[in-house]
């Protein structure tokens, strides 16, 4: 099993590839779906090898390419069961801020995902919490990691690969070090969800925002913010 990175402007999306198929693990805004299936091709690869998307959480930068991927493929979306809603107007929904230069992400938010024509979007799998998906092929579960927004899900693979989307925000994004997250529903609450994929054997993070890190540095930023 591997894992590749899809980089996106000050976002990331992720394929992961076995012998059998591949999964994609958010896929980024609207017109990003050429960036996948270019990475799709060039890990020698086929479209139709996508089996799954797993939507992290229902916001823009997350969700905005699948209807155009489900156009080059056909796979199943996985998305938390209260997101229903939020992804059928396409991604608008947006979190608030908990930084002063996050206020101006939600100005922008605020003024122009209204004047998006956003297709909707319709999950196929919604999950209980950790529930696995061996049946698809893959050796992982899918938990609920509610803070950023309330309709998070992270994928935790066998191997202690945590993808969470915006749960935690990795160093390199407007940040240098391992960080809570920028815009969130529920701060204490994200901290939770923390604990709770180091509790279920997280070892090495993929987030969506900066880069990779490790259990040791999300205990360092829970220890930091006096959190047990």
């Known amino acids: 099993m591997k894992v590749h990175r899809i980089q996106g402007i000050a976002f990331s999306s992720y394929l992961i590839e076995t012998s059998d198929a591949l999964f994609l693990v958010d896929s980024g805004f609207r017109w990003f779906e050429q960036l996948v299936l270019r990475k799709v091709r060039a890990i020698g690869r086929h479209p139709d090898d996508l089996a799954l998307a797993v939507l992290t959480h229902p916001h823009i930068d997350h969700v905005g390419s699948v209807p155009a991927l489900l156009e080059h493929a056909q796979f199943d979306v996985v998305a938390h069961p209260d997101s229903r809603d939020a992804l059928a107007t396409g991604g608008r929904v947006y979190s608030p801020p908990t930084q002063v230069w996050t206020r101006a992400v939600q100005w922008l938010a605020t003024n122009a995902l209204p004047l998006l024509r956003l297709p909707s979007i319709t999950p196929s799998v919604v999950p209980a919490d950790g529930e696995r998906l061996d049946r698809f092929g893959l050796p992982g579960a899918l938990y609920y990691t509610p803070g950023h927004s309330e309709w998070c899900i992270s994928l935790l693979l066998d191997d202690g690969t945590a993808f ?8 390199g994004h407007m940040t240098s070090r391992v960080s809570p997250p920028a815009m969130a529903a529920d701060p ?19 987030p ?8 040791r540095d999300v205990r360092g930023l829970l220890e930091r913010l006096d959190t047990p």
């Open 164 to 171: 969470a989307g915006d749960l935690i925000i990795g160093a």
């Open 188 to 206: 204490v609450g994200a901290l939770g969800s923390m604990r709770k994929l180091l509790a279920a054997g997280a070892e090495n993070f993929m």
């Open 208 to 215: 969506a925002h900066g880069r990779e890190f490790s259990a």
